[in-house]
């Protein structure tokens, strides 16, 4: 009779065995396929960001509107706009590198990506409170309606405060 241990190693060592099988199998591919799946991915992305930008740039000029920004009010509304701007085209950037690299190297790209995202998201921060602050207590309401909105719509399956432009996170 198989003890616990026993049996989780024998498990463990089937897992490992059949990941082992199928590994150059999942690793094949098909030069031509590739090239034509790789270009066909290039243009999803092209079409899928220039959709993205569209909407962002249709949602900000809303938010604009409904805050009434005042030409005192602009600066600050540029650094906010600026901030919530998507960054373009690192996805495909990232999966080509990302495939090249061993798991350590893999771990500390992710590191470094987590800290630049963290970094951004301060930037973010800083540029809403910045706006916040430029704004009158009307502006503000407006503001404060507008953004519990965008988050209890990213809370109940939207995406992160998509109705408001940002799409970075």
Known sequence: MLTIR???????????LCTALA????????VLGNTAQTQAQQDKDQKYQQ?????????????KKALQITPSQEAAWMEFEKQMQAR???????????????????LDFMRKH???????????DQAVKTL?????????KTMDTQWQKAMHKHHHGGRHMHKMGHQDM
Do not use: V
């Open 51 to 63: 959709a993205r930008a569209e909407r962002h740039a249709k949602r900000m000029a809303e938010f």
């Open 88 to 106: 373009k085209g690192h996805h495909a950037q990232n999966r080509a590198a990302i495939s090249q690299m061993s798991t350590p190297e893999r």
């Open 6 to 16: 026993n049996r989780s190693l024998a498990t463990l060592a089937a897992a490992a």
């Open 23 to 30: 590994w150059p199998a999942m690793a094949q591919t098909n």
């Open 114 to 124: 987590r800290t630049e995202r963290m970094a951004r998201a301060d930037a973010r």
């Open 132 to 140: 916040y602050a430029a704004l009158s207590p009307e502006q503000q």
